[in-house]
């Protein structure tokens, strides 16, 4: 795993917070990623990943409360995980059948990933994704995560106020004024769509 190569990297007190992070949220990654993959070694791999952020963005873990611990753990995880799946259903999508003819004369098929394909839908994706991100860290810090609890975890507001502690009506008042300022920033372009 890359995650032990990258914990070499931090300082004691962040290598005993991702260790730490790791043991008491291994298990909870794992499963998360194969309800949502429906295979091992992808799931191995989100855990990897998962990780391997955590490290990245050890400051934002340090000195943090269990449930906030939690829930961003949480949402990297569907994240990478929603991610990994999306990656795997385009690949398939690209693959084209193809035959050839083995030095034993025996006819082979083999699934060819047409790397052709699909690139101007990645590409707008990819800028849809970095425009409405940018947005969404404009946002206070409890409405960014009551949005990714909700709209990218799928979380129904009763569970994501028990991960925030607080009550559902509370989830329901900060996701209808997120929207609110989101429509404000963006402008009319996406308020249609929210």
Do not use: W
């Amino acid at each position: 795993m890359m995650f032990y190569i990258a914990l070499a990297t931090l300082a004691d007190d962040e290598r005993s917070c991702a260790e730490d992070i790791f043991i008491k949220y291994e298990k909870r990654i794992y499963n998360i990623a194969l309800r949502i993959l429906k295979n091992h070694h992808d799931a191995e791999d989100t855990l990897d990943k998962v990780m391997i952020n955590v490290i990245e963005n050890i400051d934002k873990f340090l000195g943090q409360s269990r449930n906030i611990i939690e829930a961003q753990i949480v949402i990297y995880t569907r994240n990478e995980a929603i991610n990994l799946y999306n990656k795997n259903a385009r690949r398939s999508k690209r693959e084209v059948p193809y035959t050839y003819l083995s030095d034993e004369g025996v006819n082979i098929d083999v699934d060819i990933v047409d790397e052709t394909s699909y690139i101007e839908e990645i590409v707008i994706s990819k800028e849809a994704i970095e425009i409405m991100d940018q947005y969404l860290h404009r946002l206070p810090v409890e409405y960014r995560d009551t949005i990714k609890l909700v709209y990218v975890c799928g979380y129904s507001n009763k569970e994501a106020a028990k991960i925030l502690h607080v009550t559902p009506n509370a989830v329901a008042l900060r996701l209808f004024k997120a929207k609110n300022k989101l429509i404000n920033m963006v402008g009319g372009e996406f308020s249609e769509r929210i």
